[in-house]
């Protein structure tokens, strides 16, 4: 046994009065009057033999009574087994704030219970220790030690939110918090219902003295939209836009009837029930039929209780309705059918020669179509290399006299196989490539009476396996027409012939080459996320708008209004969240009060896997301990039994209490 204030034992020496008490008090004598002192000598030698044993037995009592007041002052206790915290404590408390723990308990909501552990923890130690309170937010206020006050205020702050962390970052920010700090004992708690997807403590700091409290939730059942995208890479404006939806069954028994509708353009309709297999999912289809361009979203859901931040699924969608092309002709003189082509309502083309090029604008572009250019000079080369690996669409049509040097040099930049010489030679395409989006769903009719475009020469391609060629067109012997490369964010198209009508008569054959070029116009290799997840993706990208610094992005939703942290990279513009999208739901980018384009926020579903770690899992991952939370009693004497020892104090209290007692007792009942 130890004691706390070892000091204070010096007060044992109060024993001394009650013995001071019994010298001047007991023996002080009575005149007693007697009618007859016959027995006188009898009665005073049994008499005094009585009182001498009850007043030795009354000392006795007091000495114990004072010895054991003194010891219980000097705070007694029994070292523990694991060692003593001595000195000053920097101590992170973690409380799971995520959609899970909302959930129900056997008493009360897990979260609650977690607020109260928390108090308890923080209370456990003393006012001289420093305090982290973190949450899922991880916010950088949260990375500073505060004194026993404020931690306890930060704590009845915690509300549920929509973030989910894994517990490695968690206890990784608990580890360098606590580092901030020159305590020689670093404690970490982490309060969770620990679920499966989330427990991933497996290199455990040694230097952080690791602690889980774990908290059961009774087992729910839970059916949620897993995720929803659009078939198609781009969807497209005036037509049935294909849309897959996953619905995920995480419970352990078959569901049926879940009824899922859509919500697009102010209207809801079913569209019909699921049957879900346990542990299992199913994908369905829905269409959307978009009507105006620009910007739009939708929303997808299922009626599925008692878990309902998961039932909820948005989505967000640009379409074009008339494509920006810019021309680069070589020779001055565009091609009539080409110029034909562009003046349809479709496109909003400009016109340039090679000499009259704004680089700023082309990445305004959509569609970038170079002809007749017998050398690609080195400055627009490289404009058009960043344009391409930024998101943009380049077709390039050679023409018979191309500086072969040049061109090659060109595409291996991208990679692009490269143009072999000219062959004055007639061919005809047999092939279109309908499973590319350029094509895809382009011919609802049999092909068999189409005609399909020739030429009339065309550069042999070289098919280098690392230029990773998609041939679209293709002629009769299988060599490539017309060649994709996929490079960066863009994609660059590769005609192996010249559009010259003398040569190719691609540009005549409406049927094919108009819905060609917007197809490519609206294609591109980086695919617009169609939903973005909060606390996850927490930097979105726009198209850049103007070239001005000035302009100012702002954010609206269910979760308010906030200015991001904007940064232009090429012809777009990163925009950091920095954790202000609270609420699920569509989003729009404001420049001024115009709409720039509507982003689609959901809620991490990591939370919808309700499987928890078993408390045998818990107790195998290393240099942790398991603290028992059953009330909030036993937590608290179990952590200032940990930090402190056991306690003896309260037992020396009692043991005061009786002595008095049984002193009472004596003097009342002890005749003498």
């Known amino acids: 046994m130890s004691f706390l204030f070892p000091s204070f034992l010096w007060a044992l020496g109060l024993i001394a009065i009650p013995v001071i008490i019994h010298l001047f008090y007991f023996r002080r004598f009575r005149r007693v009057y007697f009618s007859n002192v016959r027995f006188l000598r009898e009665v005073k030698e049994e008499t005094s033999m009585r009182s001498r044993l009850r007043n030795l037995l009354v000392l006795l009592l007091r000495c114990l009574a004072v010895a054991a007041l003194v010891v219980a002052f000097a705070q007694p206790f029994l070292p523990s087994t694991e060692g003593m915290l001595a000195g000053r404590k920097a101590v992170s408390v973690y409380v799971d704030n995520s959609f899970s723990m909302g959930a129900e308990s056997d008493r009360a909501p897990l979260l609650q219970l977690a607020r109260d552990h928390a108090r308890d923890i923080i209370d456990a130690y003393g006012p001289e220790d420093r305090f982290q309170v973190l949450t899922n937010a991880f916010r950088g206020g949260s990375q500073r030690l505060v004194g026993q006050a404020e931690a306890l205020q930060a704590v009845e702050e915690i509300t549920v939110a929509p973030e989910s962390r894994p517990l490695s970052q968690v206890l990784a920010r608990q580890a360098s918090a606590l580092e901030l700090e020159n305590h020689p004992n670093r404690l970490a708690y982490l309060i969770s219902d620990f679920q499966r997807n989330i427990t991933d403590l497996a290199d455990v700091d040694t230097a952080v003295s690791v602690n889980l409290v774990p908290l059961a939730a009774v087992q729910e059942r839970n059916v949620a939209i897993d995720s929803v995208w659009f078939d198609a890479p781009v969807p497209q404006l005036n037509q049935n836009n294909l849309v897959l939806v996953r619905v995920r069954n995480y419970g352990t028994e078959d569901v049926d009837n879940v009824r899922l509708s859509q919500g697009f353009e102010g209207q809801s309709k079913p569209e019909g029930t699921l049957s879900v297999p346990a542990g299992a999912y199913v994908i369905d289809s829905v269409y959307l039929n978009i009507t105006r361009p620009g910007s739009g979203n939708a929303e997808l859901s299922i009626t599925d209780f008692p878990v309902t931040f998961d039932d909820k699924y948005y989505v967000a969608f640009r379409t074009t309705g008339r494509v920006r092309v810019l021309h680069i002709d070589g020779d001055g003189v565009t091609d009539r059918n080409l110029a034909a082509a562009l003046r349809l309502e479709v496109f909003e083309p400009t016109f340039v020669s090679d000499r009259n090029i704004d680089y700023g604008s082309i990445g305004t572009h959509q569609l970038v179509i170079v002809t007749d250019l017998a050398e690609i000079a080195s400055g627009l080369g490289e404009q058009l290399r960043q344009y391409v690996r930024d998101g943009g669409n380049l077709l390039i049509f050679p023409p018979a006299a191309a500086n072969l040097a040049n061109y090659n040099s060109f595409l291996a930049a991208f990679p692009a196989d490269e143009l072999q010489p000219f062959q004055p030679q007639a061919r005809e395409v047999s092939t279109l490539n309908e499973d590319d989006f350029v094509f895809e769903g382009v011919f609802e009719n049999d092909r068999g009476a189409m005609d399909l475009p020739s030429s009339q020469g065309n550069f042999p391609l070289t098919r280098y396996g690392s230029r990773r060629q998609q041939a679209l067109l293709s002629y009769r012997d299988g060599s490539t027409a017309l060649a994709k490369y996929t490079s960066g964010d863009g994609n660059l198209y590769l005609a192996a012939f010249p559009l010259a009508p003398e040569v190719s008569d691609l540009a005549a054959d409406a049927e094919v080459f108009i819905p060609m070029l917007y197809k490519m116009g609206i294609s591109s290799g980086r695919r617009r996320p169609a939903a973005y997840t909060i606390g996850r993706d927490e930097v979105i990208e726009t198209s850049r708008r103007q070239a001005s610094a000035e302009i100012v992005y702002k954010l609206r939703g269910p979760g308010g209004e906030f200015i991001p942290e904007q940064r232009t990279i090429g012809n777009r513009v990163a925009l950091g969240l920095g954790g202000q999208v609270p609420d699920a739901g569509i989003y729009e980018l404001l420049i001024g009060e115009e709409v720039v384009e509507t982003f689609a ?56 209490l009786l002595f008095l007692l049984a002193e009472a007792l004596v003097l009342r009942f002890w005749k003498v």
Request: net charge negative.
């Open 601 to 656: 926020f959901n809620y991490d579903r990591t939370e919808s896997d309700l499987r928890y770690t078993t408390p045998d899992e818990l107790a195998a991952i290393p240099h942790t301990t398991i603290v028992n939370a059953e009330n909030q009693a036993t937590l608290a004497a179990a952590i200032r039994e940990r930090s402190e020892g056991r306690p003896l104090w309260r037992y020396f209290i009692w043991a005061t």
